[in-house]
């Protein structure tokens, strides 16, 4: 479809605000889609110098060709849709991974700058959604590394105090032993000798005893 005349040549257009047309028509024409001075883009809009189509058609019983100067941006670049804006699409986008989970809801219009949004949107969505799970991943692995660092250090410091404890328990066990067992050998050997003693002692008081009285 085409934007009807207007201008001059229509002067009573729908689209005539001030003596001019507010959908800024007829356009420049381009050679290629390029990006203007403020970001959007000016989608191309071949003359028909460049070889390419124009339409006459009838407004108000006059002849009025048409041109891509007239025509608002087309999937394929000739004069095929309006210049009103596309109805407000929602696009949603899921991006699965481990831990993303986007949904995106674009405004696009003709003429704006809908994709670079989306572009941007979605760059920006995935970059956070790296970071985040990258932080999660490290943060997790040091866990895991404290933990088992933990884990690895008490036992083996519960083994050292087990290990020392029973040294400890044993050689107060062995020191203890031994001593009784010397105090009951020289309570022994000193019963012993004190026996022998008296029993010797008094064999001699006897013999001296009967040597006397011969």
Known sequence: ?????????????????????????PRKFTAETVTGNDGYPLYRRRSPDDNDQTVTTKVKRMDFVVDNRTSSYGRYGSVTTTHKRVLYNRIATICRSNALSISL?????????????????????????????LAEALAQALAQALAEALAEALVQAMAQAMAQAMAQAMAQAMAQAMAQAMAQAMAQAMAQGMAQAFVQACAQALTQALAFSD
């Open 1 to 25: 479809m085409i934007h009807l005349p207007c201008g001059a040549i229509n002067p009573q257009s729908p689209c005539m605000v001030d003596g001019k047309c507010s959908k800024r028509y």
């Open 105 to 133: 809801k674009v405004d696009r219009w003709s003429g704006s700058r809908g994709f670079p949004a989306l572009v941007e949107a979605l760059a920006e969505a995935f970059s956070q959604a790296l970071v985040e799970t």
